[in-house]
């Protein structure tokens, strides 16, 4: 079935690790790609989005995210984390021939402790 | 404060009663969407309305679930004759839609305990 796949269910990190969150899909053909954060008691956050051109995308608060088409993958990275990063972060795929439909990964749950 | 609103916040209703959501998107937005929530996952598209006009829905929405956006503006999504298995989170988002401006904003969310 087609879907969008998170690599991780939680992940726990010290302030100042590295992050990368894993994001898989399925869907052949053009993608239009996001992922967004969910802070604890806020709303879903638009992080970064990939629509096309440069495959290595930056975001807001130092997250960035590199598109392998040959992968099928949009993985989320960040060099350095810190405690205000602590939040759900959920990766989207709105495949091209969907019309409006978004897609979303299951979301990773991501602690970082102080 | 210029982002999606949605109301109520919480709805606590008995099962078998009707219940109705509303929201109001970004002023310059002409695209509404509704998704479902539940705990662990990630939001579900329910449907999408461009301007006034129910373009898409998902097999999810129920012959229970109606949408409607009567003016291209504020949207209200109502289930009748609740089941438990409704319970979850409710969310709407607005877009612009225009090329490269696919982004979906989202409101807060309505959460929905059916008891």
């Known amino acids: 079935a087609q879907s969008v796949s998170q690599h991780n269910h939680h992940v726990i990190l010290s302030e100042a690790a590295s992050l990368e969150l894993g994001c898989n899909y399925s869907?052949?053909?053009?993608?239009?790609l996001f992922w967004y954060v969910q802070y604890p008691g806020q709303h879903l956050q638009l992080l970064l989005k990939?629509?096309?051109?440069?495959?290595l995308v930056k975001g807001i608060k130092g997250f960035e995210a590199e598109f392998i088409k040959s992968k099928f993958s949009f993985n989320l990275r960040k060099p350095s984390v810190q405690w205000s990063d602590t939040a759900e972060y959920f990766c989207?795929?709105?495949?091209?021939?969907?019309?409006?439909?978004?897609?979303f990964g299951p979301g990773t749950r991501l602690s970082v402790l102080p | 404060d210029t982002g999606v609103s949605q109301n109520p916040r919480h709805k606590i209703t008995k099962r078998g009663q009707n219940v109705t959501f509303r929201c109001d998107p970004i002023?310059?937005?002409?695209?509404l969407y509704w998704y479902r929530q539940t705990l662990g996952q990630g939001p579900e598209f329910l449907t999408y309305?461009?301007?006034?006009?129910?373009?898409?829905k998902s097999r999810l929405l129920s012959d229970r679930f109606s949408a409607e956006r009567p003016k291209g503006s504020f949207s209200t999504l109502e289930i009748q004759r609740t089941e438990q298995g409704d319970s979850a989170m409710y969310l709407c988002?607005?877009?612009?839609?225009?090329?490269?401006?696919?982004?979906?904003?989202f409101g807060p969310g309505t959460r929905l305990t059916v008891t």
């Open positions: 988002a607005s877009s612009l839609g225009t090329p490269g401006q696919l982004e979906q904003y």
């Open positions: 869907y052949g053909g053009t993608v239009n």
């Open positions: 990939y629509f096309s051109g440069d495959p």
């Open positions: 989207a795929v709105n495949p091209d021939n969907y019309g409006q439909n978004f897609v």
């Open positions: 002023s310059e937005h002409n695209r």
């Open positions: 309305f461009q301007n006034e006009a129910q373009l898409e």
